[in-house]
């Protein structure tokens, strides 16, 4: 029996953390220190990208690199409809037109041979820009997107918010991390709390890019630089120049510290993360309830663990659930469906696979605190909300 609330995601805060947070507080510094500095080349180095630039969240992240891809209004971009609305609103922002593309029945990412479809059903360069998530932490594969965007002529924006420690096997054998940006233009990270990484907010871009990342690096200050290399004149120390209209998109000191002493123990997340979708797997193996696809070529990062169920039971099941103290989620709306976006002509029935999957989804508890004694009286509810 089990008496307090099991939520479906949870930040785990040790008392590493907590003593790094403090002082990073009784440091000379609360924002703009040597500490963020530190967080971008220790992910960056673990990521195995160039160039890594922390910010305000995941949703800044994308607009960020919506605005160093030189995104104006009119511009076409595809992404999922499978996916928190930002993955969208990032590029919106700035006028861009969105074009939903289905999932992938098996592993609900977005379905590359739909994509190549639609593609091909417009001139190229019709499109500037595809956003492909990593669902749930499901690596997209990046290799195929590649070939597409070299023919195509669009630039990839992998929202990997779900995926930091993710990876997966190219057709030549070698592994690579998702956000290394071997195939990929730009990634970006979210350290959101129910996140691998909990900042409290905070996110990430990477790139092998430099001229994408002095971009972002600008944008997310106000547009502003002081960079000597870069100033059209030098009045002296005091001087800087505005070049372009950015935004307040920095994190602090403390998010910081907290994120470098998270980074450590990613690679623990994500064992425990696939040790806890193993238990749940081998639990309802053979049952009516559909477990999470994953190749053998990837390693899943489990941000969620997402079942399929009898669309008619879902909300009995989500219902019985917290009745028991279960937390569990429906994760995503499609927002194709949105009424923002449906004033753009987007309607049901347009993406009917991802709407399947709306119907029958729900999120199971997924954090490496989740303990055997949780999990398993999660496991022995939805068992019993099924007769099974």
Known sequence: MIDHNIPYGHQY??????????????????????LIGQFERNFAEYIGSKYA?????????????????????????????????????????LGAEIVFCDIDPKNYCLDLDKLEALLKASPKGTYKAVVPVDFAGYPIDEERLRKLADEYGFAIV???????????????????????????DLTCFSFHPVKHIATGEGGAVTTNNKSLYDKVALYRTHGITKDPALLEKNDGGWYYEMQGLGYNYRITEMQAALGISQLKRLDWSIERRNAIARKYDEAFAGTIVKTPFRAENITHAFHLYVIQVPAEQRKGLYDFLRANKIFSQVLYIPAHTMPY????????????????????CLALPMFPSLTDEEQEWVIAKVKEYFNL
């Not at 805060?13 to 040597?34: C, N, R, W």
């Not at 449906?342 to 709306?358: L, S, T």
């Open 13 to 34: 805060i040790t008392d590493e953390d907590v003593k790094v947070v403090i002082e990073a507080l009784k440091s000379d510094y609360m924002t703009q220190g040597p």
């Open 53 to 93: 630039c922390m910010v305000s969240n995941g949703t800044a992240a994308l607009h960020l690199c919506a605005m160093a891809l030189d995104i104006k209004s009119g511009d076409k971009v595809i992404t999922t409809p499978i996916t928190f609305v930002a993955s969208a609103n990032g590029f919106r922002y």
């Open 158 to 184: 992998v929202d990997a918010c779900h995926a930091p420690g993710g990876s997966f096997i190219d057709s030549k054998g070698e592994k690579q991390m998702v956000g290394n940006c071997k195939y990929a």
């Open 341 to 360: 976006y449906r004033q753009f002509g987007w309607k049901e029935g347009d993406m009917p696979v991802a709407e399947a999957y709306y119907k029958h």
